[in-house]
């Protein structure tokens, strides 16, 4: 089982542009609100700094939010953390569907971002290996295995495994992780690489959980679920050993 804290979080969607001082980390994120379909209900988050705010995968284009993100000083980049199409049956949606109405595209977890991308004149990133047709015209394509640094307190680390491409932000000031869909917690508490919707190497994924021991943050920000918390690095260690055991058995 997973150690974790209850936390407010800053719904940006419902709150507006009004930060919540003193809390230790989440000072300057913001979770988004307004999930979309075409992103499976993919949370996105809003990092607030003074190099350049960015947004962290994409939520439902709405005028409310892209207003509350303008007056908190609108976006440098936004970060993809990954990106893989498939299709689900239309039965399985009420929204209308694409493809002679077989079938509704999902874009995990990129979702609005053409439309963000020209309403905020920011910079898109996503690793070159997820780049697909719908995303041939990011600005930034991320090759090799990183790490890269956005500044001095934003690396990007490189965790293939969901999809080759899936690539974490580590907010070393705030000591959080956004991970995708990488790591996660699922509905018993337990931390969760979903194997189900793996698309590319569970093995990998694996092998970049493994890759977390190394870095020094004590928050999961994840696309899907709960927010994880550690008491510190040694608690965050501790929990993540534990996973990577548990999945060799
Ligand atoms: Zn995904």
Redesign the pocket.
């Known amino acids: 089982m997973v150690h974790y804290r209850s936390c407010s979080v800053h719904h940006l969607a419902f709150t507006g542009p009004s930060l919540k001082e003193g809390t230790k980390w989440y000072q300057g994120v913001f979770h988004c609100g307004y999930h979309s379909e075409k992103s499976?209900g993919?949370a996105s988050y809003l990092i607030v700094q003074p190099e350049g705010n960015i947004l962290v995968d994409s939520p439902r284009y709405t005028d409310r939010l892209a207003r509350n993100i303008e007056m908190l000083g609108g976006v440098r980049y936004m970060f993809l953390t990954?990106k893989?199409d498939y299709m689900i049956p239309c039965r399985f949606s009420s929204k209308v569907c694409d493809y002679n109405k077989l079938s509704l595209v999902i874009r995990?977890?990129v979702a609005d971002h053409k439309k963000w991308s020209k309403r905020l004149s920011c910079d898109r990133i996503l690793h070159a290996k997820d780049v697909e047709f719908s995303t041939a015209d990011v600005e930034v394509k991320l090759e090799g295995s990183g790490p890269w640094s956005l500044g001095d307190v934003i690396e990007l680390i490189h965790t293939p495994g969901?999809?080759a491409g899936s690539v974490c932000l580590l907010y070393k000031s705030g000591k959080v992780l956004f991970t995708?869909?990488h790591l996660g917690m699922d509905e018993s508490g337990c931390l969760s690489i979903m194997e189900t919707?793996n698309?590319y190497s569970v093995p990998m994924q694996l092998n970049s959980v493994r890759m977390l021991l190394e870095l020094d943050f004590e928050w999961i920000l994840p696309?899907h679920g709960r927010k994880v918390g550690f008491a510190d690095m040694e608690d965050k260690n501790s929990a993540l050993e534990a996973f990577l055991a548990a999945s060799r058995t």
């Open positions: 499976y993919a990954h893989y995990d977890d969901h999809t995708g869909d919707y698309w696309g």
